[in-house]
């Protein structure tokens, strides 16, 4: 990936410079200097190309002189509307220009625009722009081997220009440790289903000892043991088996001389990780089929949300739980009509094995609860094609059983660009679960299908505060976005890290 780094503001010698400019200003500071140095041409050039400034908007000059390649100017939007997600948004934008070229190195000023809003500094300015110039640089491209060199990115750094680099880069430090848990991420949900089973994912999991989390990974026999028998039944149609990773992270301060002595109840994520879904008995039709490699994209969430939170040592305790399973059809295979006792103690009437990352979930989501007692858990999951029928690809289904939660989720959202639709819960839903041989039956019928899918796991919380994030319309996206690039989306990682950076940690 691009390497990211942070200098003062001086016009390159070589090489492209990205301008980023709020709307309805004249260039100034390196833009100002960029101007003179090409005669006026720069603002003469703006203003061919009908550059105002706006959000999203874009112009190229191509090899203007002064030694540049190319001068690219990307709108930022009124400077009083600013947000840190709108300069993220900038910093992908600028570097999907930087990456369109053949130059090795390339800049971006980090001017801060006069009458930006208050809470964003010279330095938050130039680290939300890194941000999102780093996000935008992933590339998933180990299984290529023919790809030409003038196909792959030349681009190798990217420096950010602004008047104070030590605090700019100190500003970035912990938000390049959420892009590395962003990466960790999109590397888990892009890899082939042959490659990443429940084994090899649990595997990778184990990487995140290096950050300082606990991992402990369990296998068939201990799960059997322990009677995660709905989660197993899942996986009963696969000679790839189960596993359930327990990721710790104690950051909070430790109080009193005890070894392990905290303050508060940690949080808790909790992830579906079914690494390829063929639906079992209840077989999926073949076209798109492919896709489903990533229904473990809850799982990969909460992967690189506990790296994240390990890699910037974020002051909380927290707990993460990943199901891995694969669904397959075969000889061995759960049935349509199979009864199964949960680790909870409630049976569930299998009517269709393609609803089976509530399965999964509920093992896990009554395990964490019984063993770490949280402040509250949050579930992601890939669980519904109904949530993409209500809300399409650009809002995750959110289901609480707190508002205050659901309160903090969504404002989370809106600040990283991860966005929620709180959705209903309630009784009449729930009802449409009832099973005339079981405790429930695990699919509620077509209407509301996302809704009662969340109704069947509130059955496995008790009174810890909940939420359920139904991923499956954001976590791949098919096309690019400014600080996204086609592909995993990672959808969740910065959302509930803010979750706990502006909420839960010890301050």
């Known amino acids: 990936m691009t390497e990211i780094r942070f200098a003062a503001p001086a016009l390159p010698k070589d090489g492209a410079l990205v301008l980023p400019m709020a709307e309805g200003t004249a260039p100034a500071g390196l833009a100002a200097q960029v101007d003179r140095a090409l005669s006026g041409r720069l603002k003469a050039a703006l203003k061919a190309a009908r550059f105002a400034g706006k959000k999203g908007q874009t112009a190229t000059l191509l090899a203007p002189g002064a030694g540049l390649s190319r001068v690219i100017a990307v709108g930022l939007g009124k400077a009083a509307e600013l947000t840190e997600d709108g300069i993220e948004a900038a910093g992908g934008t600028a570097m999907a220009a930087l990456l369109a070229g053949a130059d090795l190195a390339g800049a971006i000023a980090a001017d801060l625009p006069q009458g930006a809003p208050k809470g964003i500094d010279a330095a938050a300015f130039a680290a939300r722009l890194a941000l ?33 680099p030590a605090r700019a880069k100190a500003a970035y430090a912990p938000l390049g440790r959420i892009a590395d848990g962003v990466f960790i991420t999109r590397d888990l949900v892009s890899e082939p289903p042959n490659v990443l089973n429940p084994a090899v994912m649990a595997e990778r999991c184990r990487a995140l000892g290096k950050l300082g989390v606990k991992v402990e ?31 710790r992270w104690n950051g909070a301060p430790r109080r ?64 993460g739980i990943v199901g891995l399973v694969e669904n397959m059809p075969s000889g061995t295979a759960q049935r349509p009509g199979d009864v199964v006792k949960s680790y909870s103690g409630q049976t569930i009437e299998v009517l269709n094995t393609d609803a089976e990352g509530r399965l999964v979930l509920a093992d896990c989501l009554w395990y ?40 903090q989720i969504i404002a989370a959202g809106k600040a990283t660009g991860e966005e929620c639709w709180r959705m209903p819960l309630g009784d009449a839903y729930d009802k449409q679960l009832k099973s005339d041989i079981a405790d429930m039956k695990n699919i509620g019928g077509r209407p509301g299908g996302s809704i009662t899918a969340a109704q069947f796991l509130q059955r496995f919380v008790n009174k810890v505060p909940w939420a359920h994030l139904d991923i499956a319309g954001v976590a791949w996206q098919g096309k690019d976005k400014p600080a996204v690039p086609k592909g995993a989306t ?5 959302l509930l890290d803010r979750l706990v950076a502006e909420h839960y940690e010890s301050r």
Request: net charge positive; proline share 4%.
């Open 490 to 494: 990672a959808f969740g990682v910065r």
């Open 256 to 319: 009193g001389r005890g070894k392990g002595k905290g303050g508060a109840a940690p949080v808790a994520f909790v992830g579906k990780g079914v690494t390829f879904d063929t639906g079992g008995i209840s077989i999926k039709p073949a076209a798109g089929m492919e896709d489903m490699k990533w229904d473990m994209a809850g799982a990969g969430a909460v992967v690189g949300l506990m790296a994240a939170l390990a890699g910037r040592k974020a002051k909380v305790d927290a707990v």
């Open 217 to 247: 990974v369990m296998g068939p026999r201990e799960l059997r043991r322990l009677g995660f028998n709905t989660l197993l039944a899942v996986a009963q149609g696969s000679a790839n088996e189960a596993r359930v990773v327990v990721m």
């Open 368 to 407: 964490c609860q019984e063993r770490f007692k949280p402040r509250f858990m949050v579930d992601l999951a890939t669980l519904t094609g109904a949530i993409i029928i209500s809300l399409g690809h650009e809002n995750a289904g959110l289901f609480a059983s707190d508002d205050t939660l659901a309160a």
């Open 132 to 164: 999102g110039a780093r996000l935008r640089s992933y590339r998933f491209d180990r299984y290529r081997t023919t790809e030409k060199p003038e196909d792959k990115p030349a681009l190798k750094a990217a420096t950010l220009l602004g008047p104070d």
